[in-house]
């Protein structure tokens, strides 16, 4: 059987110097382990068009954070702190290091791939981690990128394995109370990728009876675990490995965010999104919860990315990485604060 996914930004040609008597799922197996990759950042700055942006200075506010998190609701899930460029000691330990530590997925297509014809690693998560690295240590930052399995992110996150984690994280009030988010960068759902000849109309039941895949520690395990619809719920460590697992045979169909669907469409014309999303979704760049002068210092960041209008530096991240199979989005969600 012919592996289709393109995890990696074109897989066929990742595996193209594979022993042809190497078997499909050891193949999946050797491209989807995560693994440490390194990345300098290169060039300037964005430059971003029409006013800059005053940040003012804030006290640390552990404890107005902890409260927050404390208070939360899915209607104030996405509200984070406000922003300001004064350096605290998340920020100097980070200055002290000289490099940027990011949790990032390295198998997401548009997201955080890497490209096999320059080893580098690419997509929209990867632009913004780039722009947060400058933004603290200078044009010529060097960041350190850390793949990390959905199911470790907050992990990494406590332990301080890396400074942030940015890879399609969703923001709920659940994960608020183990790490600390920034403001939301993107806004997405819970959908359905099933193959295009396939019975599977939505999330609803015409699931019962299937083989549903999703990655352990991500939203749409909890969304399952709520509601199943009598599907068979097959749990891996990454989002790609259940496109792999659709192709095999050896799942019916996947729930995951509609923007990594969309990805997964992409790089698969046999399979589509089903139905509408069922859920709404903020993406958030998370950390530590004690690294509040850093969740300042990255909704800073944010703020920044998001200005310029049609020509601010989140636009044109979209227009290259997500516009093909995400059209129509005019612009980033607008920030919430709690403070």
């Known amino acids: 059987m012919r592996m289709r996914a393109r995890g990696l930004g074109n897989l066929r040609a990742v595996l193209a110097p594979v022993a042809a008597g190497m078997s499909v799922m050891a193949v999946a197996a050797a491209v989807l382990v995560p693994a440490l990759g390194r990345d300098a950042a290169a060039g300037a700055p964005d430059g971003v068009s029409g006013p800059p942006a005053v940040h003012r200075a804030y006290g640390p506010g552990t404890a107005a954070a902890r409260s927050a998190a404390a208070q939360c609701t899915a209607g104030t899930a996405a509200e984070s702190l406000r922003p300001s460029a004064e350096d605290g000691p998340a920020v ?56 990390v399995p959905t ?54 039941d015409s699931l019962r009876g299937k083989r549903v895949c999703t990655a352990a520690g991500s939203t749409g395990e909890t969304a399952l675990a709520a509601q199943s619809h009598g599907a068979r719920v097959l749990r891996v460590p990454n989002q790609l490995d259940c496109l792999v697992r659709l192709q095999l045979g050896e799942a019916d169909a996947v729930v995951t965010d509609s923007a990594l ?35 300042r210092r990255v909704n800073k960041v944010l703020d920044d990315y998001r200005g310029g ?20 989005i005019s612009g980033p969600p607008s920030p919430e604060y709690s403070d």
């Open 261 to 295: 669907a969309a990805a997964q469409a992409a790089q698969d014309p046999t399979v589509e999104l089903k139905g509408r999303p069922f859920t709404d979704e903020s993406y958030g760049v998370a950390m530590n919860k004690d690294d509040t002068d850093l969740v």
């Open 92 to 147: 100097e330990r980070i200055k002290k290091k000289g490099q940027l530590v990011v949790g990032v997925d390295q198998n997401t297509y548009r997201w955080g791939y890497r490209d096999p014809g320059t080893g580098r690693l690419e997509g929209f998560d990867i632009d913004l981690a780039r722009a947060i690295a400058r933004d603290i240590l200078g044009p010529d930052a060097k960041v350190v990128f850390q793949a």
């Open 151 to 204: 199911n470790q992110r907050i992990p990494a996150v406590q332990k301080r394995t890396v400074d942030m984690v940015v890879r399609t994280m969703t923001i709920n009030c659940t994960r608020k109370e183990q790490v600390a988010f920034s403001t939301a960068y993107f806004q997405a759902g819970q959908q359905v990728l099933a193959p295009k000849s396939s019975s599977v109309r939505a999330f609803d």
């Open 309 to 328: 209008g049609a020509d601010s530096p989140w636009m044109r991240a979209y227009r290259t990485w997500l516009k093909a199979d995400l059209p129509g």
